[in-house]
């Protein structure tokens, strides 16, 4: 679900005989699409009230991507119901305006996107609002995914056209996930 698609694979041979088929010269060898998670990601964890009951779980997941991925490539930014109104590592007055991370690198955002939280929460964000940070990270090159806690019976059509969205319970596999982010 995180790893980044590249062209390093074993010989792509299907590629190779038609690219002689076509008496074309051979460059370079095509080579088959494998998965790699070596340029890192960026974790972006909502700390917002709605968010509240799966903070334990957020941090459990962060310590688990950190395990597969390697501390040294997982970037973790906390932010409060949007990550524009100021995102970083540390408590909440330590936060500055969000930017995205280098070109490529797969963004994972663990939040409800304001599903969950009191319904007279002045401070959510509005589906508008996820239409300009999405639109900011994928001018900005990058690719996202989101992991909510809600079943994808309570998501609004607005969010699942915005973004990737995968149900984040119990029952969530990795297979489920990559069919969901594909």
Partial sequence: MLSRQVCEGPVDI????????H????ARL??????????????LVDRSAGMQPFRRDQDQ???QIRTVVGAGLVEVGYFS????????PGARWTRTAYTPPELGRRILLLSDLGLGGPADDLQRAAPADWEEFVGLVT????SIV???????DRWPGWMTRLLPLVSWDRTTTAGRARVRVS
């Fill in 14 to 21: 299907p590629a190779l005989i038609d690219t002689l088929a």
């Fill in 23 to 26: 008496g074309r010269p051979v």
């Fill in 30 to 43: 095509p080579r088959r699409r494998v998965p790699t998670l070596r340029y890192g990601i960026q974790v």
């Fill in 61 to 63: 997941l962060i310590g």
């Fill in 81 to 88: 119901d949007l990550p524009q109104r100021g995102t970083g």
């Fill in 139 to 142: 001018r900005a090159g990058c």
């Fill in 146 to 152: 989101a992991l909510s806690p809600y079943p994808p």
